[in-house]
């Protein structure tokens, strides 16, 4: 007599997705404990009057807004084109046919992908003392911008090398075929496709920037120089309390959510 096929009932295994399902219910289960804990663990009154108190936050404003933040955008966008055209120089450099040029962009690149962005702010305060006479325009926003334009070439010279390699050499060859020189292929042709290329990454290099723009104050500036993290820091120490350096993170988001959002939205395209 041949055994039964037929599974008994106690034995009977799941499918893969029943498991599925009963994975997401655990889940689900296990984070619902976890807020219901937070909830009733975190004391609300005392965290929202050291984060959240109105008459503190009433003082951040408009200042907030009219310097914190205008001097962030400027500091930010100040050393992000001087990064672009950099990024572009070294990456040129660094696939040129030229030896020199090579090993120039190669040592510039590692050295400063590889020290602390902090170190960089303040070696930029020793420069009139290295460099007697040495003055640098546009005062505290030209040191800024040095700053993040130091940091930020080096890294947006990677990515323009991808974006560079990352055109096809027929297009290169298909430009010099119709008689152009290899510059003019280059910064006719190649050029502006690699920029289109790396337009989602260079904005996440911007996010960056927007970010390290906080070390600003390593160079000890006045009330009339600062960006929104020194801005809440200052306010938060008067005070006491950290409502102004939420505050300072609330208007960050503001600007990197959206940016994050339009990196995404130009990464599927």
Known sequence: MKPSTVAEPGRARLSPRQKQRVTRIV????????AI??????????????FAKVDVARETLPELFTIALKNTVVYTLGGFILAFFFG????????????VYRWIATIYIEIFRGLPAVLIFIMITFLPVALPGFVLPFGIYGSVFLGLGVI????????????LQAVPKGQTEAARSLGMSASRALFTVVVPQAVRIVIPPTTNQF??????SSLVLFLGVSSQY???AKFGNDLASEHSNATPIMAAGITYLLVTIPL?????RLEKR
């Open 260 to 264: 994050g959002y339009l990196a995404r």
């Open 226 to 228: 600062v960006e929104l």
């Open 37 to 50: 804990g937070l909830v009733f663990y975190v004391d609300w009154p005392n965290l929202a009057q050291n």
């Open 27 to 34: 889940q689900y289960v296990v984070l619902g404990i976890a």
């Open 88 to 99: 572009l120089l070294f990456a040129l450099m660094r696939m040129s046919q030229v030896a």
């Open 152 to 163: 930020g070439a080096a890294y947006q010279a990677e990515v323009f090398r991808a974006g």
């Open 207 to 212: 996010v960056m920037l927007l970010k390290d």
